[in-house]
């Protein structure tokens, strides 16, 4: 039901995400319980990386990635000034419709929360999240660069000294994940 209420709430703030329709929760053995959130489908939509690797055959490709990261950054940007932050922002849950791509979806808004104002170390930490698994998918096909973290680091934010910082905690963070990557096989 968490869920629900800040799926809701950003919705209502305008931040480009699901409608949701209801929200069921059934009991099990205690302390177990199974809890199902029903949302509007979003038909046409694929998630960003999917997008990515469908269009890098397309002429236009660059300016195509180009575009749709600096959307992903400004939609990004929009929910950390409306005060959310997403326990698990990455490009997984960013959906693009294919029909429209000048729209797309912030999605599965589960553990996370809703500030009076979002601090810049909060900020920081769901942007280099979501530079993260950029890095990480690329190691899995998906065509996204070094440049194309800067690229929406830049585009999240003209403030040179935070873009900085973020580049900085991103070498460490992946830096310290390589190897547990590469034991998972991620």
């Not at 690329?138 to 440049?147: D, L, S, W």
Request: hydrophobic share 40%.
């Amino acid at each position: 039901f968490r869920e629900l209420a800040i799926t809701s709430a950003a919705s209502s703030c305008g931040i480009p995400t699901v409608e949701v329709l209801a929200a069921v929760s059934s009991r099990g053995a205690a302390p177990l319980y199974r809890c199902f959130l029903f949302t509007r489908e979003l038909p046409g939509c694929i998630d960003l990386p999917a997008y990515l690797r469908g269009r890098s055959a397309a002429e236009s490709f660059s300016e195509d990635k180009q575009s749709v990261l600096e959307r992903a950054a400004a939609a990004a940007r929009l929910m950390h000034d409306r005060g959310f932050f997403h326990a698990d922002l990455n490009m997984k849950n960013i959906l693009v419709d294919t029909a429209r791509p000048e729209s797309l979806y912030i999605i599965d808004w589960d553990k996370s929360r809703r500030f009076d104002l979002l601090s810049d170390g909060r900020r920081m930490a769901n942007i280099v999240r979501f530079c993260r698994s950029m890095i990480k998918l690329a190691g899995k096909g998906v065509p996204v660069y070094e440049q194309d973290t800067d690229l929406f680091l830049h585009a999240y934010s003209d403030d040179g000294q935070f873009v900085r910082i973020c580049r900085k905690q991103l070498q460490r963070s992946v830096a310290l994940r390589k190897n547990i990557w590469k034991v998972l096989g991620e």
